[in-house]
């Protein structure tokens, strides 16, 4: 490859102060090398003080958030995809099926397949009461459709405000072609709704969230 598409930041990095980070990503968009940058999980203050320290600087800007967002984590509705959407960041999620948690195969005792069994961070992350209230809402709306539950989970966000095309993974060549199939599928307000309704909130999960030095006591 003679450059890559999209350069993205795995988190954010407290030791290396901001300006550092985002001179050395500019640099690699003005060599040739990158197209355009991208930033993962962090919260929204972090986001919008580079997107501001590379405005100053006159640096190439963020152009993507990859964040944690799905039927079972909707925290980032709150600021960091409004943020995004006021600054025309692109929101590509990632875990959109909550690490297969919302495909219908994880019970409050564990789980029918191998990841489900072994998975302690999707455990350590869901596994609420409520978090199986919204499985099982999206297990009905897919029955009722009849399709699957991570097309429904996929469908979710896809037509959630902001969000320009989760990152999906898959093991298997079937998983890619249910996936791609959700693309097809318009859920209605009502169905929303439904799939909405059970949702509590969370903690911060995805990424760890210290708080500013001047504040730790």
Avoid at 43 to 65: C, D, I
Avoid at 130 to 153: L, T, Y
Wanted: overall charge negative; aromatic content about 8%; glycine content about 6%.
């Amino acid at each position: 490859m003679d450059y890559v598409d999209l350069y993205q930041i795995h988190r954010w990095d407290p030791l290396p102060a901001v300006e550092e980070i985002l001179e050395a990503l500019d640099s690699l968009v003005r060599s040739g090398k990158v197209r355009y940058l991208g930033a993962s999980s962090m919260a929204a203050w972090q986001l919008s003080k580079a997107l501001y320290t590379a405005g100053e600087h006159g640096w190439h800007r963020f152009v993507s958030m990859q964040n944690h967002y799905n039927l079972v984590y909707r925290e980032e509705e709150r600021e960091m995809i409004p943020l995004c959407m006021d600054q025309g960041l692109a929101v590509i999620p990632w875990s959109p099926l909550a690490r297969g948690f919302l495909t219908g195969t994880r019970h409050p005792e564990g789980g029918s397949t191998v990841r489900s069994q072994a998975d302690t961070f999707a455990k350590s992350m869901y596994y609420d009461q409520s978090d199986f209230a919204v499985a099982d809402a999206v297990a009905k709306v897919a029955e009722h459709r009849g399709v699957s539950p991570a097309q429904v989970a996929c469908a979710w966000v896809l037509q959630a405000p902001g969000v320009t095309a989760p990152i999906i993974g898959a093991t298997q060549p079937r998983h890619l072609t249910e996936l791609i199939a959700a693309v097809d599928i318009e859920l209605g307000a009502e169905e929303v709704a439904a799939l909405e309704e059970p949702y509590r909130p969370h903690r911060i999960l995805g990424h760890a969230q210290p708080a500013p030095k001047d504040m730790r006591r």
